[in-house]
């Protein structure tokens, strides 16, 4: 986009967060789930299976969020869910 002023040609940059998310979660979101997956065999190596199924049900529900969050529908998971108890 550019604007004359005076006879000179001013360039506007276009200021994005494209690279920063497109970076965060090609590189941060996977290092979180490969923690994540090393945390939970180091608990059930230790045999406290019980442990790790309450734990896998909460970072299950936190994946979901994850998802919606990144995929960018939150407003269609949020309209089916008010449709369910709506009708």
Known sequence: MSAAAGGVTLWVAQVTTNGLQGW???NIVPLILLGIAIILLWIGGRGDNAG??????G????L?????????T?????????S???G
């Open 74 to 82: 939150g407003p269609q998971v949020g309209s089916f869910l008010a």
């Open 52 to 57: 790790v199924a309450r734990r896998s049900v």
């Open 64 to 72: 979901v969020a994850l998802g919606i969050a990144v995929s960018g």
């Open 24 to 26: 965060i979660q090609n």
């Open 59 to 62: 970072l299950i529900i936190g």
């Open 84 to 86: 369910l108890i709506t």
